[in-house]
């Protein structure tokens, strides 16, 4: 006792109407976008030195930004770094990307769950030692600890924290 409801028949003109409009839509947010990317070149300077020398891809003005903020959150917004805020960020880069590195190849490449003792003991063992490694208070103000959203690196006893790179 199937009941058919009514719908109105879409009609050829209807379809080409509604892919038109999408068509519309969709480049006033490609015209946005490519706005905003024009705005960032033109405020950062390591995009605006570098755009006379060829043009720049998307992704590079987007990372340019993202290491011009990097760098004035570090000096607090003076544009003078702190060496050592920014050796210690670099350091916790470059560890956190080696722990991500560690967690995917147990996790995918071993198969190991994330009860497993080993797993949970090394992962441990790597939360302390980045406890041990954390800066001095003035380079800490700079560089906040987060705790990691993934669920892998979450133990007993709770979630590992590594420091925010920023």
């Given at each position: ?13 209807q ?48 990372q ?21 805020a ?46 041990e ?34």
């Amino acid at each position: 006792s199937h009941v058919p409801r009514s719908v109105s028949p879409t009609t050829t003109s209807q379809i080409q109407a509604r892919k038109k409009r999408r068509g519309i839509i969709e480049k006033r947010r490609r015209d946005r976008i490519n706005s905003s990317l024009s705005e960032l070149r033109r405020l950062v300077p390591t995009a605006f030195e570098k755009q006379g020398s060829s043009k720049l891809e998307k992704a590079e003005i987007l990372q340019m930004t993202v290491d011009h903020l990097k760098m004035l959150h570090a000096t607090g917004g003076t544009g003078f770094l702190d060496a050592r805020a920014l050796a210690v960020d670099y350091r916790s880069i470059g560890f956190r990307e080696c722990l991500t590195e560690v967690v995917r190849y147990l996790g995918v490449l071993e198969g190991q769950n994330t009860a497993d003792p080993i797993r949970l003991r090394l992962l441990s063992h790597l939360n302390n030692y980045v406890a041990e490694m954390e800066p001095s208070p003035v380079a800490a103000s700079l560089l906040p600890v987060q705790t990691w959203p993934w669920s892998f690196l979450h133990s007993a006893a709770g979630p590992m924290q590594v420091p925010r790179r920023e």
